[in-house]
């Protein structure tokens, strides 16, 4: 039973009291939607999110005053978290760390939705081993212009490409314009093994369906539908199943089943839409679990790619150049380089003219 005072209710959630400052404050202005509202959607659908989200690593995605407001990411838990929320030590690349939030019961998501938490940001790894995933993400982002009718038939792609590599895929929508694919692996592989893994994939979708989808990290390079396999690398999270977006109808990123994947619409899928869908037909994802596969088959492609002449590709900006990685500038400008660099070598520098300054201007 709530317990209520002026800006203040508490919840009796999990044998714990969590209490939620402001509950009517209005988070998404257009729907109306509150505070207390993003608890309870997560409290509806807690087991499929903690599914998707629970026992890893979070970053906190918050927006205080609303969507429409500033908003922004958090990588240290509040140092004021209750002690039965639980933390783990993240090293990034950079060299620092921080203790992020590991969400593991339904009082773990109403504390974060009372920090206006709004997305659940996951890493693919679980608290107890960091160093191997246990989920490869393939991330469908399309290019602007490009139709949602060709997002879902590069799903349909993947899909299959997934199944001749005996991968599991689970498909649900970003709650944007894109869609994301998860696949549970055994956590024997490195976060750069699991990244080249999904580089393989992503040139194998490319190769399959070269007009409809790209691996081209370069933008000025895509079109269609991007294969973001550095959504892989070590530290980059996407948004969690059952993940709030802020979009003005409170959109939510959906778990599917294949067989809803060609008619479904991200529009249908909102905090208050999901909660019925949830309760009628659960957690589309719930199995996901059971069904951790191998890599080695799409290692063993991306073995092959290599000796075909298709290396690594571009990393992220903000991580280290690697051995092999190919030049970290964008094609046009190379292109425009390389004749400037030729003429130097054959040629005088040009004359210089005269200034047209006068002395004492």
Not at 7 to 18: A, G, H, Q
Not at 283 to 304: F, K, M, N, Q, Y
Request: glycine share 6%; net charge positive; hydrophobic share 35%.
């Amino acid at each position: 039973m709530p317990s209520l005072s002026a800006n203040v209710e508490t919840l009796r959630i999990n044998d714990r009291d969590v209490v939620i400052t402001n509950p009517g404050k209005v988070l998404f202005p257009q729907t109306g939607y509150t505070k207390l509202d993003v608890v309870n959607y997560y409290l509806a659908v807690a087991d499929g999110a903690l599914r998707g989200s629970g026992d890893r690593p979070n970053i906190l995605v918050r927006y205080p005053n609303g969507i429409g407001q500033e908003f922004f990411f958090q990588k240290r838990a509040p140092k004021d978290h209750p002690p039965w929320v639980e933390v783990v030590t993240i090293r990034f690349p950079s060299g620092r760390s921080a203790d992020e939030v590991v969400p593991r019961h339904a009082s773990d998501l109403a504390w974060m939705a009372n920090l206006a938490c709004l997305e659940l940001h996951p890493h693919p790894v679980r608290a107890d081993d960091l160093d191997h995933p246990d989920e490869l993400r393939i991330d469908l982002d399309p290019v602007p212009g490009v139709p949602w009718s060709q997002v879902l038939d590069v799903a349909g792609v993947v899909d299959a490409t997934l199944r001749e590599f005996h991968l599991i895929g689970w498909p649900k929508t970003s709650g944007k314009r894109g869609l994301h694919v998860l696949v549970r692996i055994k956590q024997q592989w490195t976060h750069d093994e699991v990244r080249r893994a999904a580089l393989a994939l992503a040139r194998e979708v490319e190769r399959r369906v070269p007009a409809l989808a790209t691996s081209k990290w370069w933008k000025e390079e895509r079109h269609g539908v991007f294969l973001d396999y550095n959504q892989n690398a070590r530290d980059r999270t996407v948004a969690g199943a059952y993940s709030i977006r802020p979009t003005p109808d409170a959109r939510v990123s959906a778990p599917l089943d294949w067989s809803e994947v060609s008619s479904a619409d991200p529009a249908e899928f909102t905090i208050v839409t999901m909660q019925a869908r949830y309760a009628l037909v659960g957690d589309r994802h719930r199995d996901i679990d059971a069904h951790a596969s191998s890599l080695e088959s799409v290692l063993e492609l991306s073995r092959r790619q290599e000796r075909d002449g298709q290396g690594d590709a571009p990393w992220p900006p903000q991580y280290a150049k690697r051995a092999g990685e190919p030049p970290r500038v964008q094609p046009s400008k190379r292109a425009r380089a390389r004749p400037a660099t030729a003429v130097s070598e054959t040629t005088s520098p040009p004359p210089q003219r005269p200034s047209s300054r006068r002395k004492g201007s």
